[in-house]
């Protein structure tokens, strides 16, 4: 499927200083195996780079603003997505880079509380009814699933610990537990964040998973929506997330001290190009 995605950020000074030298780093997309960027377009023209775990990023400058002004750059991608299962593609995984990735996302950090009583318990659990890290993933996925009631968009991320005790939660929940119930026993694990595309209504902000195995190396896991291994042609992934657990969309800095800072809103569209045509 070809996709245009439309990104628009909008920045308001409602502050009563002027905001100078301001610059903004906006997260665009991850290198995924079931996404092609064929085209970027930034207005105005900015600085594209990689950034950490394969993020794609625009720096842009942000002019000065008066107190009441706004800045809204755009970003125009087309993309071409599939639907692809990693489990039908085995990969050679050296013993040097299962133990790089077992340093690199491994570790607690905030929203997976791997020390935590009850993520301790229902990973112990897990491993003692598993032989392997394949089949202790699926089974923590299974119990992610029937253990966390999914709900609609909550206000506010809560974490594994949280959602392991309230038994609720929305994807991030669901996200954030599947990666602490697999670091807890050393195996690799990361959060990614982007949209659902329904085609019928506006993208959905949604998140999922990917967990590093032995042979089949970095394969993505859907606890929310009930994927393990397959993505659709309907991700689009934008954000990953290992060596740190939240990177915000957008991160603005800027000179000098504002009474206010400024609030910085996004909106996404998505449709399908047909024929070369939107």
């Known amino acids: 499927m070809r996709l245009k995605i439309e990104m628009e950020a909008t920045l308001h000074n409602r502050g009563m200083s002027r905001l100078r030298k301001g610059v903004m780093t906006w997260h665009l997309f991850t290198d995924m195996d079931n996404q092609f960027v064929e085209m970027i377009d930034v207005f105005p023209p900015a600085r594209v780079t990689e950034r950490a775990e394969k993020n794609m990023v625009a720096i842009v400058k942000v002019p000065e603003l008066t107190p009441g002004e706004s800045f809204s750059p755009t970003v125009i991608l087309r993309i071409d997505t599939i639907t692809r299962d990693w489990l039908m593609e085995p990969r050679d995984t050296s013993y040097e880079m299962m133990a790089k990735n077992r340093g690199t996302y491994c570790s607690m950090q905030k929203y997976w509380e791997i020390t935590d009583d009850i993520i301790q318990e229902m990973s112990q659990e897990a491993a003692e009814r598993t032989g392997d890290d394949e089949s202790y993933a699926r089974l923590t996925f299974d119990m992610v699933r029937e253990s966390v009631k999914l709900k609609t968009h909550l206000d506010h991320r809560r974490g594994a610990a949280r959602a392991a005790r309230e038994r609720e939660g929305d994807c991030d ?18 959060r990614v964040v982007g949209h659902v595309f329904r085609r019928n209504s506006d993208p959905e902000a949604h998140a999922w998973c990917e967990v590093f195995l032995e042979q089949k190396g970095w394969i993505p896991v859907d606890p929310a929506l009930g994927n393990f291994g397959i993505l659709t042609e309907n991700y689009f992934s934008r954000i990953r997330e290992g060596q740190v657990s939240e990177r915000p969309m957008i991160n603005l800095k800027w000179s000098g001290i504002a009474t206010q800072p400024p609030t910085v809103e996004e909106s996404v569209k998505m449709s399908i190009v047909t024929n070369g045509r939107d």
């Open 173 to 190: 929940e669901h996200a954030d537990l599947y990666v602490a119930l697999l670091r807890a026993v050393r195996i690799p694990a990361r």
